[in-house]
């Protein structure tokens, strides 16, 4: 018989490559590690893992099994935290994951909210920007992810529940002594000739698709994920750049100005979960304060 605690030993084999990484990561010992995988064996019937030197590679049988893993963990606890609330425990564990700028505007007055409605329910908090906060979800390692997309690419979450949140347009952010600053709205085009300093992966590949729209291909001089960062550099008078509105909320941009930037562009921010988690009270629960949180 295949046992949960088993198919999370061959997952994080899977993952890191060896029984001892694996061993680290899982916080026990190697010997328990191979323990565990001659018993998953046994019970699959079959060889999961080829021991090659110090390599490890899966069988077809053995990337079968992780294939299924995720999605066997994900429903098992699901099934752990609805019989639960069933059971009349009111309580209830929800692990979110979220962009920085969701962060810290969306999620604390989330948390705060479900906090006094539900002082049972312990949330944790981590955070990872999309697509990993979207991987981090279809390989259980949490129960909601906070995310962002431009645009709508087909099939993207197909297989997740979509909660939508808000609409977050971009704003530019010029020097305070820029020729621009102080201007009601700006073409991006106009600001063709300037250094920029460019955000997070994704917005960084949507800022040069947006550019390139308009005809030419921005000098990134700069880049760093963290929008604080963003905002200093501009503020040093050392490039421009473009921010999402929900970045701007909680930091007050010293010595950088904000201008509406034309043509509009804006990225949907959702909330993510399981179709199995999504029934868990706990984080229907918390699915709903975010959604209360995006409409202040």
Partial sequence: MIEARHLRVLRAVATTGSFSAAARELGCTQPAVSQQMKVLESSAG???????????????????????????????????????????????RVRLVSFPSGSSSLVPG?????????????????????????????????????AFRYGTTGGEWDDLVVRPLLKDRLVGLVPEGHRLAGTEAVGIGELADESWIAGCPRCRRQLVEVCEDSGFTPRIDFATDDYPAVIGLVGAGLGVAVLPEL??????????????????????????????????????????????????
């Fill in 247 to 296: 970045a701007l909320e909680s930091v007050r941009p010293k010595g950088a100005r904000t201008v509406t930037v034309e043509p509009a562009v804006e990225r949907e921010i959702v909330a993510l979960t399981l179709p199995d988690l999504a029934r868990v009270p706990a984080v229907a629960a918390t699915l709903d304060q975010l959604s209360l949180a995006a409409a202040r």
């Fill in 46 to 92: 079959t060889p999961l893992l080829i021991r090659t030197g110090r390599e490890m590679r899966l069988t077809q049988a053995g990337e079968a099994l992780v294939r299924h893993a995720s999605g066997i963990l994900a429903g098992l606890t699901a099934a752990e935290e609805e019989v639960a609330a069933i059971a009349g425990l009111r309580a209830g």
């Fill in 110 to 146: 989330a948390l705060a909210a479900l906090r006094a409605a539900h002082p049972g329910t312990q949330v944790s908090l981590v955070e990872a920007e999309p697509p990993r906060s979207v991987e981090m979800l279809r390989d259980g390692d949490c129960d909601i992810a906070l």
